[in-house]
């Protein structure tokens, strides 16, 4: 049987690290910096990291996506094999993937209220522990303006 934790976990905020320390959740806005509180979703990740202003999958590709270049903005390798290549991409669609799981169907459906058994979230957590410290380790590729283009 699931936690209280668990039952009450609403997919469009992001986990407590620990059901037993998790503070309730409000509704209203808290002001931060980005030196006052580390990133709280990937995304937040994303966007610090490149200077990004997207959101979602539009967001995940602009900063991850190998696209014409062959370089994506964020490199979480050396990019040299097709393995490593591959890798960048299956990065790139598994936030796109969570996002689509866990994310999206309560952000747009905020009537939406979903049970998540303990060992789903630790999976989660797990999983999102995996990406951000792969996130903290990648490389910032600056891209260049394409031929023509300001």
């Known amino acids: 049987m699931p936690t209280a934790c668990a039952q009450n976990y609403a997919a469009a905020a992001p986990p407590p690290t620990s059901c037993a320390t998790a503070a309730p959740r409000s509704s209203a806005a808290t ?36 696209g014409r270049t062959g370089v994506p903005a964020l ?20 936030l796109k993937g969570l996002s689509g799981m866990f994310r999206n169907p309560v952000a747009h459906d905020p009537r939406l209220r979903r049970t998540v058994s303990d060992d789903e979230l630790l999976e989660l957590l ?15 590729h600056p891209r260049q303006p394409r031929a023509g283009t300001d």
């Open 31 to 66: 002001p931060s910096t980005p030196s006052s509180r580390p990133p709280r979703a990937s995304g937040d990740k994303l966007r610090e990291r490149t200077g990004l202003t997207g959101d979602g999958a539009a967001l995940v590709d602009a900063a991850l996506s190998l």
């Open 75 to 94: 490199a979480i390798n050396a990019l040299a094999t097709q393995t490593e290549r591959d890798e960048q991409t299956g990065l790139a669609n598994l």
């Open 126 to 140: 797990t999983t999102l522990s995996m990406i951000h410290r792969r996130l903290d380790a990648a490389t910032l």
